[in-house]
């Protein structure tokens, strides 16, 4: 290979070096610090904005109040929250230090306070917590979801599957090895010419 081409492999490299790393920094910020979340949890989450809500208790003497005495009630409860859904009592009883009836809905679980009829509904990516009276308190999302999608997808949800990662790892890949060769080429390079006027400087003389 010529100087020449040489010098032009290395220019598309470079530029190709140039392109990867900035279409993928922001998938790389992400999984690092996706990944910082699964190591240090406690640490992350500190950060994270949560719902602010009354806490379930606060209702227990006051007349909003429904206790729900029974698996019937929480899912009559339930089917106003989820109407068209395949009900059933799931075995989970206690839920944020409470007594509760879980009712799995499919995809989401209607989670109903045994002594006042609060209730969370509880979707893929987001807690919505609910007076006994059906007031909407407040929601928040579930971070420890949100960021374990994030991390093995790439992206929040299913839809677009793991291809969001996949390019990125692939992307990484070639971003490493374009990174090595740009490093190791003109290194290479100095050597291989100094090695020629060593190899010269006898016969000059």
Avoid: C
Wanted: charged share 20%.
């Amino acid at each position: 290979m010529s100087r020449f081409e040489e010098w032009q492999v290395e220019r598309s490299l470079r530029m190709l070096h140039g392109w990867l790393g900035a279409l993928i920094l922001p998938w790389v910020v992400l999984a690092g610090l996706t990944g910082l979340y699964l190591n240090h949890r406690s640490l992350v989450m500190d950060y994270l904005p949560t719902g602010n809500w009354s806490a379930p208790e606060a209702f227990a003497s006051t007349d909003v109040a429904q206790p729900v005495p029974d698996a019937v009630a929480a899912i009559v409860l339930a089917a106003s929250y989820r109407p068209l859904a395949d009900l059933k009592i799931d075995k989970d009883t206690s839920y944020q230090g409470r007594e509760v009836w879980t009712v799995d809905t499919g995809p989401d679980a209607v989670i109903v306070d045994r002594a006042t009829g609060f209730v969370w509904l509880e979707e893929r990516y987001r807690i919505t917590a609910f007076a006994p009276n059906g007031t909407k308190l407040g929601s928040t999302l579930r971070w420890s979801r949100v960021l374990s999608s994030l991390h093995s997808r790439g992206w929040v949800g299913t839809a677009l599957g793991r291809w969001p990662a996949d390019i990125t790892a692939m992307a990484l890949v070639a971003f490493g090895l374009s990174g090595l060769v740009i490093f190791w080429s003109p290194r290479l390079r100095r050597r291989r010419n100094r090695k020629a006027r060593e190899r010269a400087a006898p016969a000059a003389r």
